[in-house]
């Protein structure tokens, strides 16, 4: 979400921090590991494609633990094992078990097709209902083999998330895994596969309580392999068809499709699947990578797949955070201020209809506020970052919602690339203010302690608070129902005497 601001720096004991520092801030690497005075860096490569060899969910007379298994990808995988891997005795858990959309269908369509099949109800965020479940399992049929495929999202600005979004994420995934792992490390096992995401590594922005979840699943299967112990932990890419790809518009998967990443079709997904079981690695990505969609990515390139494409100086420079913006300078400078204005105004129309997924900057109207246009945290987020790549400038995350329109956006990059084109007569930022005070509905203007402020200031009478009296302010005429917000504003700003005033930097 925000490229550039922060660096992690891996030092071994006894290295010299402060002298390994200033090249590792200014090698445009998010992460560094320092070793002997070399610089160690995380890249993906590709890994050769490895012979099936047996299936690791033994003779398929053994019980197969599948949770998340009554819809999504968990329901997708449930057939795979019974095609394709000849497994026999399944146990499909969720929350809702048989009450599920869907569920008592896929049970009967499983047995079908020769499996015995067992639908469960199991909060396997709850220890004591994990552990039921187990003991559940019939002894002549043993549990042989976990497949950890249970989730949701909640997604939202790191900045923004609740206590509550990080419960609901982290449950079904890491405590799930955890007490799944906890109460089978005794068992003779022959498979425990977890559903991790690669929105724990290069496509986390929205994600931050989902990428922890899955980059904790990606520690767990480390930990089990450290203790002899089967794990096999895939980060898959965006399924298309199945799971949280069905929930997707039309403008989310295009941003996937310009960030190199398009979405995996079902059959890849599970060719993927085992393959990596086939890999004997504990962690392992599967992810549709487009190199010529990632050469031309706009802004930077998650250092995690700079590897798989060859990156000129132009690209590596964009990848570290900047930008053109000495070039796009120069072409300001000879430019008056309308043409300027109109130049900037263009630029950002540009980068808000390939966000969007239009095919022209003329479908994005100037002073049309990005609410309207369809933005959200995780559009707002793109833009910004686009904006910074175009400009060499670090935008703040909240630019759309401090300047909500292109023209307005505009004119903040104009005033910060060419400072001494801002404006000085104070008319610019009046207008600033008053366009995001219009933005703002009243009763959050209200809920802020704003509204009561700005009635203060022009002389309006008070607004009642309590119900009872709600009931009769809309019967007086001069109560803020019955007030346009642009007469309230310009009482305020009256009041103040600031029609025309000049605005000394800062004020």
Known sequence: ENPGRFVLLDVAEGEDVAGVLPSVLGCGEPEVAWREGTALVPRFRRREAAEAGVPPFGDGQGTVLVTGGTGGIGAVVARHLVVEHGVRQLLLVSRRGLAAEGAEALRDELVELGASVTVAGCDVADRAAVEELLASVPSGHPLTAVIHAAGVGD????????????????R????????????????????????????????AAGQANYAAANVFLDGLAQHRRAEGLPATSVAFGLWSGAGAGQALSDVDIARLRRQGLPPLSVAEGLGAFDTALASGAAAVTAVRVDTAALRTRKGEIPALLRGLVPVSRRLSREA????????????????DAPERARVLTDMVRGHVAMVLGHGSAEMIEPDRGYGELGFDSLTAVELRNQLNAATGLRLPATLIFDY?????????VGSELVPETADTDGAGHEEQVRRVLNGIPLSRLRDAGLLETLLELGGAPAVPQDGAEDAERSDQPDSIDAMDKNDLIDMAFNSLGLEGATWEEGN
């Not at 570290?320 to 120069?330: H, N, T, V, Y």
């Not at 909500?404 to 903040?412: E, I, N, S």
């Open 155 to 170: 997604s939202g600005l790191v900045g923004s998330l609740t206590s509550e979004q990080w419960d609901m994420v982290l």
């Open 172 to 203: 079904p995934k890491a405590d799930g895994a955890w007490h799944l792992h906890e109460l089978t490390r005794d068992l003779p096992l022959s498979a425990f596969v977890m559903f991790s995401s690669i929105g724990g590594s290069v496509a």
């Open 320 to 335: 570290a955070g900047g930008g053109d913006a000495e070039g796009l300078k120069r072409q300001l400078a000879g430019l």
């Open 404 to 412: 909500p329109t292109a023209q307005d956006v505009a004119a903040f």
